[in-house]
């Protein structure tokens, strides 16, 4: 798995770009960066799963792990998910209710910060 950060234009939000497997292998490295982020403080992030083929349990774990983490410090989690399959398991476990899902970065940071 490749996580690529970069900070988004308008500078309120950190974008981590995720490629590869999210799962038991690729999970702990997402973890690690976005603790690291968040002790950077930046509160605001973006999970970019476009690169993402598949995502299992574990990866799910993550995603919500790395949601608590920036919610206890007043931030926020925006997940973009523009692949089907990917986009389905988040709605089979019902995390759709619990992320708000995006089909592009853009459309993540158009709101601006909550």
């Given at each position: ?6 900070p988004h ?66 931030g ?18 019902d ?20």
């Open positions: 798995m490749q996580i690529v950060t970069h234009r308008d500078g309120a939000w950190t974008v981590l770009a995720v490629s590869g497997e999210l799962d038991v292998v690729g999970g702990p490295d997402l973890r690690r960066q976005v603790v690291r982020e968040v002790n950077e403080g930046n509160r605001h992030l973006v999970l970019d799963l476009t690169g993402v083929d598949f995502i299992d349990s574990f990866g799910l774990g993550v995603v919500v792990g790395a949601l608590k983490r920036v919610r206890l410090l007043d926020d989690l925006r997940v973009v998910v523009p692949e089907p399959r990917v986009r389905r398991v988040f709605e089979v476990c995390l759709d209710r619990v992320f708000d899902l995006h089909a592009t970065v853009e459309s993540a940071v158009a709101t601006g910060v909550s």
